[in-house]
């Protein structure tokens, strides 16, 4: 019985697709929930898998294809088996088996790689790891295209392709003076649409950005003193981000025009916080969306940006987890930033931008202490955010986190 295989059905904000990466070919066999193939949104790349066990008869889209939601891009023979490859015999050497020696013994297939004998592997992602087993090979041999030298899956595809796995990549050499090497890289699905998102948001936003400075000695005793305790009875870190996620939320009741978005002539004013997280990985940056924050705990919000870590990693992110979002937190501190202009991501009207914590001299009660100090900024729509709102925004969060038991308060 022929199976189609389609295309996931898209969203309305996403018109087609792009075919990345086949990861079997016509004639291989396939298991039901195997991945088939990559497909690149300009939002997140989706696995599509085998809708049964069988024989992958037809490939209807070749790599590189533009393909649409529903659309039949391969068929599947349900119960078949794939033909055994046939097997030429070994010839004979006949010169040695006359003097009465020996025959050479048979080549053998090299042994199934150890992957957890294999330190490469910890930096894999589940598919990665996957495509190794399958395809026998090591990735500390193989030349890594992510961030920070890291392998991918699609690394591994490739040298799967290749017949063997290609030797890690030589130090680069160094460049002939007067030399001027460049490289030509096509923009991916997902950079391309974000270059597309942060253009619309600078020619379509008026756009300004405030600055503040927060001293985080009582958020630091706090998560010193109970951290471990929180740990243990939910089974999650305490972190800074739960603490700022929950401080933008309480500001956002009280000065709504934040939260809101334009649509045309209209305000829309969100009587919900679902507050957007920006994410960094292989593919560009994405930003998942912690929904009804306003009726999560501290332990909830921080399971829920872990498990949206783990799945950006993973490349896992659906469409759904980055849908809708009324306001956007972004953490450039992660990476050491020290201060910052974030963009806003429309139709939001605006983002607080998160920096690195540093110990800076500061005043109190006359003397002048060491203190863990944080720049926040506040981008925001100007044709409806006015100053004012947006200062008062950026002291009410500061408020809360120097005081970290009026949050827990909701003061």
Same mark, same amino acid.
């Given at each position: 019985m022929?199976?189609? @295989?389609k295309v996931?059905v898209?969203?309305?904000?996403v018109?087609? #697709?792009l075919?990345?990466?086949?990861?079997k070919? #016509?004639?291989?066999?396939?298991?039901r929930?195997?991945?088939?193939?990559d497909?690149?949104?300009?939002?997140v790349v989706?696995?599509?898998?085998a809708?049964?066990?069988?024989?992958l008869k +037809?490939i209807?889209?070749?790599?590189g294809?533009?393909?649409?939601?529903s659309?039949?891009?391969?068929?599947i023979?349900e !119960?078949?088996?794939a033909?055994?490859?046939? $097997?030429?015999?070994?010839p004979?050497?006949?010169?040695?088996? +006359?003097? =009465?020696?020996?025959?050479?013994?048979?080549?053998?297939?090299?042994?199934?790689?150890?992957l957890?004998?294999?330190k490469?592997? *910890?930096?894999?992602?589940?598919?990665?790891?996957r495509?190794a087993?399958?395809?026998?090979? /090591?990735?500390?041999?193989?030349a890594?295209?992510?961030r920070?030298?890291?392998?991918?899956k699609?690394?591994l @595809?490739?040298?799967? $392709?290749g017949g063997?796995?290609?030797?890690?990549?030589?130090?680069a050499?160094?460049?002939t003076? =007067?030399s001027?090497p460049?490289?030509?890289?096509?923009?991916t699905?997902?950079?391309?649409?974000?270059a597309?998102?942060?253009m619309?948001s600078?020619?379509?936003? #008026?756009?300004l950005?405030?600055?503040?400075?927060v001293?985080?000695?009582?958020?630091?005793?706090?998560r010193?003193?109970?951290?471990?305790?929180?740990?243990?009875?939910?089974?999650?870190?305490?972190?800074?981000?739960?603490?700022?996620?929950?401080?933008?939320?309480e500001? %956002?009741k009280?000065?709504?025009v934040?939260?809101?978005? @334009?649509?045309?002539? *209209?305000?829309i004013y969100?009587?919900?916080?679902?507050?957007?997280i920006?994410v960094?990985?292989?593919?560009?940056l994405?930003?998942p969306?912690l929904? /009804?924050?306003? *009726?999560?705990?501290?332990?909830?919000?921080e399971?829920g940006?872990l498990g949206? #870590?783990?799945?950006?990693r993973?490349?896992?992110?659906?469409?759904?987890?980055l849908q !809708? =979002?009324?306001?956007?937190i972004?953490?450039?501190g992660?990476?050491?930033?020290?201060?910052?202009t974030?963009?806003v991501?429309?139709?939001?009207?605006?983002?607080?931008g998160?920096?690195t914590? $540093?110990?800076?001299?500061?005043?109190?009660?006359g003397?002048?202490?060491?203190?863990p100090?944080?720049?926040?900024?506040?981008?925001y729509?100007?044709?409806?955010? *006015?100053?004012?709102?947006?200062?008062?925004?950026?002291?009410?969060?500061?408020n809360?986190?120097?005081?970290?038991?009026?949050?827990? %308060? =909701?003061?």
């Open positions: 022929s199976i189609e @295989v996931p898209l969203p309305e904000s018109s087609d #697709a075919i990345a990466t086949w990861h070919k #016509a004639g291989d066999a396939v298991k929930d195997e991945n088939l193939l497909l690149e949104t300009d939002k989706l696995e599509v898998p809708p049964v066990d069988g024989v +037809e209807k889209f070749a790599e294809s533009t393909v649409t939601s659309q039949v891009i391969a068929v023979e !119960g078949a088996a033909a055994p490859p046939v $097997k030429t015999p070994e004979i050497d006949t010169s040695v088996a +006359e003097k =009465g020696s020996k025959p050479t013994p048979p080549v053998h297939t090299p042994a199934p790689i150890d957890s004998q294999t490469a592997v *910890d930096e894999l992602s589940p598919a990665g790891r495509v087993v399958e395809e026998n090979i /090591d990735p500390s041999k193989v890594g295209t992510g920070d030298g890291r392998v991918t699609e690394d @595809v490739n040298a799967s $392709k063997s796995a290609p030797a890690a990549a030589a130090p050499a160094k460049p003076p =007067g001027r460049e490289e030509r890289v096509p923009m699905r997902i950079r391309t649409r974000i597309e998102r942060l619309q600078k020619n379509s936003i #008026a756009m950005t405030s600055f503040n400075e001293n985080l000695a009582e958020v630091v005793k706090l010193k003193s109970l951290g471990e305790q929180f740990e243990k009875s939910n089974g999650v870190k305490l972190g800074f981000m739960s603490f700022f996620v929950k401080a933008a939320t500001a %956002l009280r000065y709504p934040i939260n809101a978005s @334009v649509d045309g002539s *209209d305000i969100h009587g919900y916080q679902d507050i957007s920006a960094s990985t292989d593919k560009g994405v930003t969306v929904r /009804d924050v306003q *009726d999560m705990s501290f332990a909830d919000v399971k940006i949206y #870590a783990k799945k950006a993973d490349g896992k992110l659906g469409l759904d987890d !809708g =979002g009324t306001f956007t972004t953490n450039g992660t990476f050491g930033s020290l201060l910052s974030p963009i991501n429309p139709p939001q009207s605006a983002i607080l998160m920096h914590i $540093k110990e800076r001299p500061v005043v109190e009660n003397q002048v202490v060491a203190a100090m944080m720049y926040i900024a506040l981008s729509d100007h044709r409806i955010i *006015d100053g004012r709102d947006a200062v008062l925004f950026l002291v009410d969060i500061k809360q986190l120097e005081n970290p038991q009026r949050m827990l %308060l =909701g003061l």
